[in-house]
């Protein structure tokens, strides 16, 4: 017999070691997927071998060689560096400010101001005495005060859980070069904001009792914890733990990126309440007894909370970048991926 295929040209050895060039499609070897992109590794060495996928799974939207992508906008590479994460972090800003903007005006700066404006309105300083002794009533007075706060901060927060949620939708998917208009990111942080709500609640509670005891314990938790939100968003399912680790693992890259975040943050909380605090200076200790000081005391409030709008969107792309880049740390995965995982 022989041992000639009958078709003439023999056929592939199935126990050849594939090519070095990689997998090839029909449209020829994948491009764009290289890792370095100065040039790859030696034939037959494989850069992730060993490396187990996310979650069990090959990223969305990628290759079976995997890999990441160092051009994607959202997701900054291991061992970019922070010039990458700033990189990403400003042209997330550039795509998305005009749908971002309206979104932090309606779910951030408003209930803002309207906290303020009931703060201003109960606070019941002004009907001290100069020589310190309390008024009848004040106790009273003081307690409505108190629980007026209280509920409107809590309102505060359930809308600001739309914002976010809204918000971290429209960056990922103009990212991912997905369509991202207001209507349908205030419909999807409507239907996230309970869920982010609780857990922001939780998160919240957890780093004042931080505070209370001494605060470097609040100042710890307020940082390891700064990633629940999107682990939330993303991974929907727990999302203290996620956050605790995220930060465990990367406790040079994670504390400095949220920290640029932090004080960009603080700095543009203390401008606002200074010149909100100037503002209604002028106006007395007790604005909303006449009609003329109460519409000056609302306009300076609003004007307020508008200007420190731009704190609100660096908070949020700072941080979703950031996850972004710890999630590229765990395995090759890319904007459309994360895109996804958002539902």
Avoid: K
Wanted: neutral net charge; contains cysteine; aromatic residues 10%.
């Amino acid at each position: 017999m022989s041992d000639q295929s009958p078709s003439g040209a023999p056929g592939p050895d199935p126990v050849d070691p594939p090519a070095p060039g990689g997998p090839v499609g029909p449209a020829g070897p994948y491009q764009g997927w290289v890792f370095p992109p100065t040039g790859g590794y030696p034939p037959g060495a494989d850069p992730y071998a060993g490396y187990p996928p996310y979650a069990g799974h090959l990223p969305y939207g990628w290759p079976a060689v995997g890999g990441w992508d160092p051009a994607d906008p959202l997701v900054n590479p291991p061992h970019a560096g922070v010039d990458g994460w700033f990189t990403r972090w400003a042209g997330a800003l550039r795509r998305g400010w005009r749908t971002l903007l309206p979104i932090m005006l309606l779910t951030q700066a408003l209930p803002a101001a309207v906290v303020s404006i009931i703060s201003l309105g109960l606070e019941p300083s002004s009907q001290v005495p100069a020589d310190g002794s309390l008024p009848p009533g004040y106790l009273g007075d003081f307690l409505t005060f108190g629980g007026a706060t209280l509920i409107a901060v809590l309102l505060l927060y359930l809308v600001q859980s739309v914002g976010w949620a809204a918000g971290t939708w429209v960056v990922t998917r103009q990212a991912a070069g997905e369509p991202a208009d207001l209507g349908g990111a205030l419909r999807y942080g409507l239907r996230r904001a309970p869920g982010l709500y609780g857990w922001t609640l939780l998160v919240g509670l957890l780093v004042t009792v931080g505070f209370c005891f001494c605060v470097i314990p609040g100042v710890y938790l307020a940082f390891a914890l700064a990633l629940a939100g999107p682990v939330y968003l993303f991974e929907r399912q727990n999302p203290i733990g996620r956050s605790f680790h995220l930060f465990r693992s990367r406790l040079g890259m994670v504390p400095a990126r949220v920290a640029l975040v932090a004080a960009a943050v603080v700095a543009g909380t203390v401008v606002g309440a200074v010149l909100e605090a100037v503002g209604t200076a002028p106006l007395g200790t007790d604005p909303f007894a006449a009609p003329g000081t109460a519409v000056g005391a609302v306009a300076v409030v609003t004007l307020a909370a508008v200007l420190v709008v731009p704190v609100y969107l660096v908070q949020l792309v700072g941080l979703i970048v950031t996850y972004a880049e710890q999630r590229a740390n765990e395995g090759p995965v890319n904007a459309a991926r994360l895109a996804a995982e958002l539902g």
